[in-house]
């Protein structure tokens, strides 16, 4: 393991971790010592202890290589972006009480070919999720059956208006905004999953996604009142059903974007 340490040591700051987190992680890789990538795992290692100088590295020379792994798939700047976002999330944040999946990099191959494998796997699963979605019905899940007879009325006489203003109104919205509520509502990310792949924090995340949900339904309220005529109180019970059902609307919207 000497070796190991000195070969990580050469290319990666010593100051990064203590010797015996990255031998004791070096050693739980079952990886012969002579076929270790020492510099990588080291970097590795480091990401997953949250270093930042370690995150930054990551950053600069791997992440920044995300359009060019994405190209065999979709080199467009909205899915490259979306892709780096879901990407640093799976491999930095944990899935509950699994590990960042960072902490699966083994250390036999080199770090940018496995983190090339895992954009590309990840590229494909975005673009066939997205084909997938787009054939199913848009207005599926909305069915006035399952509200209040009230509701169940409005949904009927203005099913297809609140459908529109909720495209209408998400198209609206900022790239970012957008970006933010897709990856909340279809790709299901956590709070922290989201402020990792924007690089903000926990609390800033979460306020984001509240001033993206408030900034929406307004707009819808707005929309449907313009649009259509429906008198502001009709509006109300429309955008409560809206409420009720956010996550949905949202998610079936922005999966045929």
């Not at 019905?137 to 099913?159: C, F, M, T, V, W």
């Not at 495209?167 to 990856?183: E, Y």
């Amino acid at each position: 393991m000497a070796d190991v340490l000195a070969r990580a040591h050469a290319e990666r700051p010593a100051s990064w971790l203590a010797d015996a987190v990255f031998l004791a992680h070096a050693r739980a890789t079952g990886v012969p010592d002579a076929e270790l990538h020492a510099g990588d795992l080291y970097l590795a290692c480091a990401c997953l202890h949250g270093v930042p100088d370690a995150l930054a590295a990551l950053e600069r020379e791997h992440f920044a290589r995300i359009r060019e792994f994405a190209a065999s798939v979709d080199s467009s700047p909205e899915f490259v972006k979306e892709l780096s976002q879901r990407l640093r999330a799976k491999l930095l944040v944990a899935d509950g009480t699994e590990p960042p999946r960072i902490a699966s990099y083994s250390g036999r191959g080199s770090l940018g070919g496995w983190i090339r494998v895992a954009a590309v796997r990840l590229a494909r699963d975005i673009a066939r999720s997205e084909r997938a979605h787009a054939r199913r019905d848009e207005n599926s899940d909305l069915d006035p059956h399952q509200i209040d007879p009230e509701l169940g009325y409005l949904k009927r006489a203005y099913g297809r208006a609140v459908s529109d203003a909720v495209q209408s109104a998400l198209a609206a919205l900022a790239s970012d905004a957008r970006t933010l509520l897709k990856m909340h509502y279809v790709d299901g990310l956590t709070i922290e999953q989201v402020g990792v792949a924007f690089g903000k924090s926990r609390a800033t995340s979460a306020r984001m996604l509240a001033a993206a949900r408030l900034a929406l339904v307004a707009d819808i309220r707005v929309r449907l009142i313009a649009t259509v005529g429906v008198r502001p109180d009709e509006a109300d019970s429309l955008l409560a059903f809206v409420r009720s059902r956010l996550d949905v609307s949202i998610g079936e919207a922005l999966r045929h974007d």
